[in-house]
């Protein structure tokens, strides 16, 4: 049989200690190497000065190190935003985007390789699920894109390509390694995890005494309207989800974003608005509007600006807090998932 081993950069401290005394090394090394994996983020052994000859051919041999590949960076020329695409180690492909707020960086990350939740103007889903991405692929999206730009990275978004809570026990010990402060130290307040809508798992992570914030892909204000776009509502009714959300809130205090992205003539106009107004009644929420991105596989077409407008405007009146998301790199490959898709797509006709 194939002897799997162990992923050392998705170890907590404490497990890196059992794994030292295990290979015979004194627990202080645990820390030096956690310090050079997730603070000094050293991208391999050879870098870890104070580490012996010794100690690395034994964690060369006995484990796997993580370190991302870039394969590809889109810059944009109008606000510096910058695209990454990654290689893992089985060459799978994933992407990152990072972005630069006056509040500070932000790295909008994948949690899986491919998704199975086949939303309908998403590019994420089209080729399926792969797999799971583990922690260490998680992190390590952040620390090359730290590195590549000498930048801290203060605010973390789960909204790539992949559904996290599809991934939901690598999505937590991502978060636990990631507010570690041992490790980066980011702030759970400074992290958002963004869902289709897998209602156990947001009760789960309701309870899990996390300050994160739940952004909900709403997209629909009926079920039936939630239906045609998102096939995970033929699994979850649209009332289980808001009282879902209501639980998230009430265990944790944390205000819920609900994304929805506005598609021209499908889910933005003056019903929809009204619909979405009395759905989230009484739910201390936050509505982030996105004009739908465009894919080529799909023909939907975006919400004129003007609707966008006054779709917003209609919500104001309700005194619901809402914002149109403010399309950051517009000049590089657009909607989520593409960049890994247009590869996808060419190493394919390459091997025509
Ligand atoms: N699976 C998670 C996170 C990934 S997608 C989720 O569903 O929330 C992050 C957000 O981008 C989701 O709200 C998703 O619906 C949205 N999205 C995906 N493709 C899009 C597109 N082409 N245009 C606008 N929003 C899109």
Not at 45 to 62: A, P, Q, R, V
Not at 134 to 147: F, G, V
């Amino acid at each position: 049989m194939e002897d799997i081993k162990t992923d050392i950069k998705s170890l907590s401290l404490e497990e890196l200690k059992a794994e030292m005394k295990k290979i015979g090394e004194k627990p202080f090394r645990a820390k030096q190497l956690y310090e050079w994996f997730h603070v000094k983020l050293a991208r391999d052994y050879d870098e870890m000065t104070n580490i012996s000859k010794g100690l690395k051919e034994k964690l060369k041999s006995g484990y796997t190190y993580t370190a991302l590949k870039i394969v590809e960076v889109q810059t944009s020329q109008i606000d510096g935003t910058k695209k990454y695409l990654f290689e893992l180690a089985d060459k799978s492909l994933v992407e990152s985007v990072w972005m630069q707020y006056h509040h500070g960086n932000s790295v909008c990350i994948s949690s899986q390789v491919g998704c199975r939740m086949g939303c309908k103007f998403c590019a994420s889903t089209i080729g399926g699920l792969e797999r799971g991405l583990t922690p260490s692929e998680m992190l390590d999206q952040i620390y090359a894109i730290s590195k590549d730009t000498g930048e801290r990275v203060s605010n973390v978004v789960v909204m790539g390509t992949g559904e996290p809570l599809d991934n939901y026990d690598n999505l937590l010990k991502f978060i636990t390694l990631l507010t570690d402060e041992n490790g980066l130290n980011i702030s759970q307040r400074n992290i958002t995890v963004s869902t289709c809508g897998i209602v156990e798992n947001m009760r789960r992570l309701a309870d899990e005494d996390l300050q994160i914030t739940l952004a909900l892909s709403l997209h629909g204000s009926t079920q039936e309207k939630r239906r045609a776009l998102m096939p995970i509502a033929d699994k979850y009714d649209l009332d289980e989800v808001i009282a879902a959300c209501q639980y998230y809130f009430e265990k944790t205090g944390r205000r819920i974003t609900f994304e929805y992205s506005l598609v021209g003539g499908v889910n933005d106009m003056e019903e929809d608005a009204e619909n979405l107004c009395r759905l989230v009644s009484g739910l201390n929420c936050h509505i982030n509007l996105i004009p739908v991105n465009l894919i080529k596989e799909r023909d939907y077409t975006a919400s004129q600006k003007k609707d966008v407008m006054r779709f917003k405007e209609r919500l104001e009146k309700k005194h619901i807090n809402v914002t149109v998301r403010r399309e950051m790199g517009r000049d590089i490959d657009g909607a989520c998932g593409q960049l890994r898709r247009r590869h996808h797509i060419s190493d394919h006709t390459s091997k025509i």
